[in-house]
Every structure is written in C-alpha cells, then in structure tokens.
C-alpha cells in the first residue's frame, strides 16, 4: 500500500509543479497578482508530496519490501540498516528521487524567504523552478518510476552494489545533489532577469547567498566523492578525471565563476549579462551532469542503466531548458546595460581574469569529456582521453588563479596601482619562496623517495603558490583587523566587526592554498608499489618497512573476507597496523577490496590487498599495493575548508537585511568582498 | 587608461586565455588520445608497435599463468583472433578467465601485448560496451563459447 502512496503523491506533486509553472505565468501575462501568488503555495504542496513520496520509497527499504522492484534490486536482507536507508538513492531512480526532493526543498526555501523582492520577479522565477520540476518529475514517472511491483514477490534482493556500502556514499548523494539542484535557483533568477529586465541591487543580494549556498555544498559533495574513491575503489587515487567525476567538477568550476561575478556585479554593477550568462551555464552543466551520469552514455559505477528511452529524454530536456535560456539571453541581454567602466587593475578587472581562466579550464574538462561521445557518435571510432589531457591543459590554467588571489587580495576595487600591491605582496611572497625551499627538502628527508628533478621543480612551484596563496589569502582580514585597532576598537569587536563574508571568502581562499599543498606532494612525492610478499616478508617503501603477517578469513554481515595483517615499522618502532581485506559478497558474486589505511595529517600509509598468487594454497604469497600518500589530507581539508566559507559568507548580515530594489549598485561599493 | 583601451586589453586577456588553452589542449589531445583497438586489429596491424592503446577482449580459458614475481601472462581473444599479453602488477578483484577485460599498453616487438594496466568491472556479466559492439561488427551471432570454455591453442 505505502508505494503506492508514494507513487500517488508523485503524480500529484507532478500536478503541483505544472500550478507552479502555469498559474503564475498566466497571472504575470495578465497582470493578476493573486494568480501569481499561487506559486508559492503551490511549492509548498509539491516539496510535501515529494517528501511523502521519499519517505515512502525509505519505508519500502526499511521493511524489505521486496515487491518493489527498486527495493528488490539495490537490497538484502542481510544489509545493515543504515545501508538499506543510503540504498534509496543508491541507484538510478531513487537518486532522481532524491534530485527531485532537493529541487522542491529548494523551492520551498525560496518561496519563504522571497517576500521582500518584486512581485513579478518572484513568480517569474518560481515559474521557472516549477517547470524544471515538472520535467523531472516527469521523467521519473514516464522512465523510471522507482515504486513499480513485480510479482511473484522474491524471496531475497539482490543487494546493494558493494562498492556503494560505504560510509563516505551515505551523504556524498545528497550533498552533490544540494550543490547541482541549488544552481537551479541562480537560474531561475537569472531567467527571471532577462524577462523582466531587471537586475538590480535587490537582485544581487538575493541571488549571491543562494549561489554560494549551492556552491558550498557541491564543493563538499565532490570532496566526499573523492574521499569515497580513495577509500574505496582501493587503487589509492583522488582523482581520476573519470567522466561522472569531471560532470561534477565542470558546474563547479562555472559555480566559481559565477560566485567571483556576481561580488563584481553587487559591488560595481558591472558584468551583468555575463552573469547572467555564468547562472545558465553552471546550471546547464549541471543538467549535463545529470544527462552523463544518468543516461548511460558513460560506463562507470554510478551510471546504472542504459535505457535509451531515459538518455533521450534527459537530452531533449536538456536542450528545450538550455537552448530556450540562451535564445532568451541571446534577445534579452542586451537590455541589462552595466554601471560605470572596468579597469583591468583593479579588483573587478583581476575577478574578471579569474573568471576567464576558470571558465576555460572548464571548457577544456568539457572538451576532453564530451570528445570521446562525439567522436563515437559520428563513427570515427572508439577513443579515450586519458588523465593526463586534463592534468595537462587544468594545472597550467588554474596555477594563475593562485597569484590573482594573492593580488586580488590587495588591490582595491574601482582602480588598483602596482606600486603599492607589490609592496604589500613582498611579505608572503617572500616568505612563500622560503617555505618552497625548506619544505620540499624537509619532506624528502622525513621520506626518502626518488623524485625526478621535473616533480621537484614542480613540487617546489606548487609549495611557493599554495603558501603565496595561504599567506596573502589572510591579508584583507588582517588589514580591516589592523585599521579598526588602530582607531582604537578593541579586539573583540574589531574582530567581530570583520564581516562574515570576508571571513568566508579568507577560509575558502586558504582552502584552495591547502589543496594546492596536498596536490603537490602526493603527486611529486607520493609512491607506489607492487609487491609479492609471503607470510612473515617484508617490503620497504619511503623508509616504511611493511611486514606481512598472512592471511585468515573472517564473516561480515553480508560478506565473507580474506583479512590481511599488515605491521608498519619506521627504524625498528612500530608504526602502525593495518587489516586490508578482500570481501566476497555472495548475493551478487562480486569482490571488493577494502584497502587499510593509517592516516595522519602529514601522510597517509594504504595498503591494498591482491590475490593469492598461487590459487591452491591461500596460505602462500599474497600480492599487496603498498602506498606513501604525503600530505593527501590536505586535498579534502581544502574542500572542506571551501565548504565552510561558503557557510560563512552566505550567513553575512548585509543579506538579511531589506535591500530597496530603487537602491543603485554603486552605492554599496563601500563594503569589500 | 580611456574605456576603448581597456576594453581592448580585456580582449586581449581573453584571447591570450583563449589561445593558451587551445595550444594546450590540441598538444595534450594528441599526446593523450587512445583508441579502443579488439586483438583481431592488433594481430593485423592496425597498431605501430610502442602506440599505446585501449585493447578489449575476453580472457580466453585456461590461458592465466603467473611468473617470477608479479608476473602474469594470459590471452585476450575477440572471437576470432587471440593475442598474447603480459602484464606485472596486480590483477583487479573481477579479472577472471572467460570474462571481458580493457587492457592499456602497446604491443611490443616480439608480437605480445604489454600492459600496464588492466581494467575489470565491478559487476560479473559485464562485458564493456566497447567490445561488445566490437563484438557484435564482426559477425554478430558468435558467443564466443570456444575461447570462454575451452583451451583453444591458437599462436600469439
């Protein structure tokens, strides 16, 4: 009975978003106020049934109900609670669920928070949010309904896959799901934009806190992502550059973009339309993501179905959504003139740059993504971009973005001088090429590993940008800091008096320096090795000795495994001991390797376990990857360190408060980033 | 600076960002390009020795051996020829006789492919959509039986 609710309340959340979407677009025709008012109820009635519809799929998990064939194909009767709730967006249809509870749950917000902005404006964009909505919604029920039955009812499901089973892939869903779907709103603002006309002061602070929100979440999202990958894909890596990872990573890279615009925008009225633009385009990525993952174009682990039927009509949503924005950008653009002139050194100018490398880099991950797909669509046969394309044409394009950081840092907004931002950048940059020559060493004595003298180079250019970076990432705060004291203010309020969008935009900036740090030594300085080791052996690694202590056989809930005991010892003193293992699930045949690993924040030690190298006698030699990861926790403390700025800056006071529509933007150029 | 001057240098920043990424891409996409190749192209021809390339097959039964050290050596098949790979390293958890593998390497002078990495998915009928398509052109109805059950001798 409860799927069937569930499905109900779908085909009635469907007719809510289509009241969203139809009501108030005849009200804003005719000038009916109260038609266009409908759409905020009318959000509140569609995010209910979607929410009903959810926790009725949750129920069916929770229960086992195996009569529902989504239930019966991602679950078992033997998988841990916990599991069997992350199930619900374990696979294609209840992830689409899961997409469409966050659309309306954003939807929701939007329409509470709203009452201060125009009329018109409003139902405009709730117009657009409801039409987005009523084509997933569609989607789900004409291509993948996850409440269809099946009869006879199985005795057993066939489980979820086990590489999903996972801790890291509980939230990493939703909060890649809260980043895609929150650019949904910036969209339908920017739409609501062009059709009205309007892009004023009210505009900008209304859509800036809604876009960094989005932004937050999909940098955590991605991070988890890649924690999960290299936790549990047992090959060690971060980053693959595999497709469903670059679909994620390119509305990212535009999100940035567009969150470095739109402060150009709030604080000197300029760069409009690009804006605008920048708002359709990290949404139609993230559609784009969507149609990747979903559609079965790519083989990976996340696409789970290849039905044609799906991929066709994500397409075609695709490009009804996108093209319709860019015809309307294409005609209303024009129309949102900007205020006053851009220098290029000033802080508008260097944001301006920022925004230029970081959309080309984008356009260099889509072109190595969608190349491929192309190429086998015309029939020119069957290629691959490997990881070195994009590490090739990324780290040259994003490597200038840590220096406009620094100067970005120190130039003022309207007109920067070179004088001045150069003194003010002798410090860090000073103090950056130190820490790029001791550090490097430093590592390298505390680990010895070969290193060619290209990585070093590298190492020690990545060290000097990421500690630039860090060092000058502080200096707006430090500055207000040291003005405000010396007018007198105390400390506490000085610091208080900082506001939290600066203070967000400084932990999201040091962020960035803190991933460049991590990337740059796991990658120059991280080693791997292959080894065959038989019980009692031992392999040395980055002055590890790795002791293999044999293989025994242990039972989880719903797996058998091989588990491994591996002994670490650095001169003779124990360093730590690992158990990876090697798990069998017999409910879908499959093997998983669950690698051990010792983390600390300066390395982590990762072993990963083979196979048995003579099959007929388990108790032989083994083969085991062994890894030294340095400083790999700073690649995700970066991300999560991104995350919480974003908070920070969208929880800045100036956004709460009333902004007039009548307000011109140059007036609120007093206050910086 | 007049307005018209710094719009010129803003499209010039742009251009120069432009052309930088296209010099980089178009030099990286050569490097970085590989093409899915069956064992049936590799036997003729089709691939220089040392190009590195994308070969699809399935692992013809019984043709596993191990070797000093990590050593393994085995025979991809597409139904109609077999080729001989090598490969030092550790296999993926779902590398198993009769199953469709993507091995990355280049063949090397003596007619064996050399791999240095090898791909399996994690689900036990999957077969990738590359070589199965691959599969499929070369005349369709074949199962393949003969190389998934049997120890076929054919020469590398």
Known sequence: ?673 | MTKRQSRMLAVAALVLGVGLAAAFGVTAFRKNMMYFQTPSDLVAGKSPVGAKVRLGGLVERGSVSRGEGLLVRFRLADCVKVIAVRYEGILPDLFREGQGIVATGALAADGQFVADEVLAKHDENYISPDLAASLKEQGGKHSCGEFKNTTATVTP
């Open chain 1, 1 to 673: 009975m409860t799927p069937e609710l569930g499905h109900f309340a779908l085909i009635l959340a469907l007719v809510a978003a289509l009241a969203q979407t139809l009501v108030p677009a005849w009200g804003l025709w005719r000038g009916n106020a109260r038609a266009q008012a409908v759409a905020g109820s009318a959000a509140q009635a569609q995010f209910f049934l979607v929410a009903v519809s959810f926790a009725a799929l949750t129920w069916a998990f929770v229960q086992k109900d195996f009569s529902v064939v989504y239930v019966a194909d991602n679950s078992h009767s033997k998988l841990p609670l916990v599991y069997r709730i992350s199930a619900v967006w374990g696979a294609h249809e209840g992830s689409l669920l899961l997409w469409g509870l966050m659309l309306t749950g954003w939807t929701l917000a939007v329409s509470l928070f709203n009452r201060r902005l125009p009329a018109e404006l409003s139902a405009t964009a709730m117009a657009v949010l409801g039409a987005v909505s009523s084509g997933f919604l569609l989607f789900m029920l004409l291509t993948s309904n996850p409440f269809e039955r099946q009869f006879p009812v199985p005795l057993e499901g066939r489980d979820l896959n086990p590489l999903l089973q996972d801790p890291g892939l509980i939230i990493h869903p939703p909060m890649l799901y809260m980043g895609y779907v929150g650019f949904s709103v910036a969209f339908a603002y920017a739409i609501a934009a062009l059709i009205t006309g309007k892009l004023d002061a009210a505009w900008v602070r209304w859509t800036r806190p809604w876009t960094t929100a989005a932004w937050a979440f999909l940098s955590m999202g991605i991070t988890l992502g890649s924690w999960w990958a290299y936790n549990e894909l047992g090959w060690g890596g971060w980053w693959f550059w595999d497709p469903v990872e670059n679909a994620s990573f390119m509305p990212w890279l535009a999100g940035t973009a567009l969150i470095h615009s739109l402060a150009v925008t709030e604080k000197r009225g300029l760069l409009k339309s690009w804006t605008v633009l920048l708002a359709i385009l990290a949404f139609a990525l993230s559609l784009l993501g969507t149609f990747l993952v979903r559609s079965g174009v790519l083989v990976s682990v996340h696409a789970f179905a290849s039905d044609p039927a799906r991929g066709v009509f994500i397409l075609g949503f695709l490009t009804v959504v996108i093209g319709s924005a860019l015809v309307l950008y294409a005609w209303r653009a024009p129309k949102l003139a900007s205020e006053g002139e851009l220098r290029l050194f000033s802080r508008e100018g260097l944001l301006l740059l920022n925004n230029v490398f970081l959309v080309t880099a984008c356009f260099g991950v889509l072109l190595g993504t969608l190349y491929p797909l192309v190429v086998d669509a015309l029939g020119l046969g069957k290629i691959s971009v490997g990881p070195p394309y994009f590490n090739s044409i990324f780290f040259p394009l994003i490597a200038p973005l840590f220096v406009l950081v620094a100067v970005g840092a120190v130039t003022p907004w309207k007109r920067g001088e070179f004088g001045p931002a150069l003194r003010r950048l002798r410090a860090p940059a000073l103090a950056a090429l130190a820490a790029a020559v001791v550090l490097p060493s430093l590592a390298l004595w505390l680990a010895p590993v070969t290193a060619s003298f290209a990585s070093k180079l590298t190492v020690a250019v990545a060290t000097w940008l990421a500690l630039f970076t860090l060092g000058s990432a502080g200096l707006e705060v430090w500055q207000r800091l040291v003005s405000r004291r010396r007018q007198g203010v105390a400390l506490g309020p000085a610091l208080r008096g900082i506001p939290l969008g600066s203070w967000g935009m400084t932990l999201a900036h040091l962020g960035l320096g803190f991933w460049m740090l991590g990337v740059a030594y796991v990658t120059g300085y991280g080693v791997e090795r292959d080894v065959r080791l038989a019980p009692g052996a031992r392999a040395e690694l980055a002055g590890y000795q790795f002791i293999f202590d044999g293989v025994r056989e242990s039972e989880g809930p719903n797996f058998t495994a091989d588990s491994a005991g591996v002994r670490i010892e650095r001169a003779g003193q124990p360093v730590a001991a690992l158990a990876p293992e090697k798990r069998f699930y017999p409910s879908q045949g499959s093997v998983m390797t669950e690698s051990g690993v010792d983390a600390r924040l300066h390395r982590d030690l990762y072993v990963a376990l083979g196979e048995p190298l003579d099959p007929q006698n388990p108790a032989g030699d083994w083969s085991l990857r062994l890894y030294y990861k340095p400083m790999i926790r700073f690649v995700w403390l970066g991300g999560v360190l991104m995350f919480l700025g974003g908070l920070l800056a969208l929880s800045d006071r100036r956004y709460r408060l009333a902004a007039r529509a009548s307000e011109p933007l140059t007036a609120n150029a007093t206050r910086a980033v």
